[in-house]
């Protein structure tokens, strides 16, 4: 909990259960570790090549959550 205090304001990167991964600024998280990134793009992998879109502000569930690499692009 205190990597992610620490991370508030900064850019994550998280990687989620079913394979899309996030790159954005964390804005917040609760105790669920419910996380709001803001200036966010996801990226899909189909095969061997990743998809990016950008998507804004978005708020992801902390189940669904397999890593978070604090810093990562």
């Known amino acids: ?19 899309s991964e996030f790159v954005g600024r964390l804005a917040g998280f609760d105790d669920y570790v419910n996380m709001v990134l803001e200036e966010t793009e996801e ?23 397999t890593l978070m690499i604090p810093n990562g692009e």
């Open 1 to 19: 909990v205190d990597l992610l205090r620490d991370s508030v304001g900064s850019r994550i990167w998280i990687i989620m259960k079913g394979g």
């Open 43 to 65: 990226f899909e992998r189909l095969g061997d090549v990743f998809l990016g879109s950008k998507v804004g502000r978005i708020l992801l569930n902390g189940n669904g959550i």
